[in-house]
């Protein structure tokens, strides 16, 4: 097993060897299997969980994959972030829950400060409406290479990535 501490000690070594690899991969548009295995461990939300909401499932992946799909991340992030929805808080760097509940919070305000103005807001919990999506790579892919975040070839390899093709 090939531990992070390792990965560290040894990078200037190992720059080559990935980045063939990885420039490989994508070439061919494959993934070893060995890359995409993981371990699902249930992780307690709560101090004593009593149901399975109360627990959240983590996959411990390869070192090697994770450092890989971190490169792809920062790629698809860099060309996506002009494109993004201003309004949009999650996942993105630097913004979180505070800055979304303070941008809604002036919008009321400043809504209501007209007259016979009025404000009633929704609050919807999709903290579980998300663990069972099914992914549609293909589609994903088409979408990415559609507004040129990456080539067809990059688009694809994300779609083997993301499915049990290798």
Same mark, same amino acid.
């Given at each position: %097993? ?19 690899? #990885? ?6 548009? @494959?993934?070893p299997? $060995? ?11 709560k101090?004593?969980?009593?149901? $399975?909401?109360?627990?959240k ?7 090697? %994959?994770?450092?890989?799909? @971190? ?15 201003? %309004? ?8 979180g ?22 404000? @009633?807001?929704?609050?919807?919990? #999709?903290?579980?409406? #998300?663990?069972?999506? @099914? ?13 040129? %975040? ?7 390899w ?9």
């Amino acid at each position: %097993m090939i531990t992070g501490n390792m990965l560290k000690v040894c990078a200037e070594q190992l720059c080559a060897i990935f980045s063939y690899l #990885f420039n490989l991969s994508l070439e061919q548009q @494959r993934v070893p299997k $060995l890359w995409k295995e993981s371990i699902i461990v249930p992780v307690p939300n709560k101090n004593s969980p009593k149901e $399975l909401n109360d627990l959240k499932p983590v996959a411990l992946t390869s070192r090697v %994959m994770k450092s890989f799909e @971190r490169l792809v991340k920062n790629e698809l992030v860099s060309r996506v972030e002009g494109l993004l929805d201003p %309004m949009q808080f999650a996942y993105r760097t630097s913004l979180g829950v505070e800055d979304a509940t303070a941008t809604l919070l002036n919008l009321i305000l400043k809504h209501l400060e007209g007259i016979n103005s009025h404000a @009633r807001l929704l609050f919807v919990d #999709f903290s579980s409406a #998300f663990n069972t999506v @099914r992914l549609i790579c293909y589609s994903a892919s088409c979408c990415l290479c559609s507004v040129s %975040m990456l080539t067809p070839l990059n688009g694809l390899w994300i779609a083997v990535m993301l499915t049990s093709e290798s």
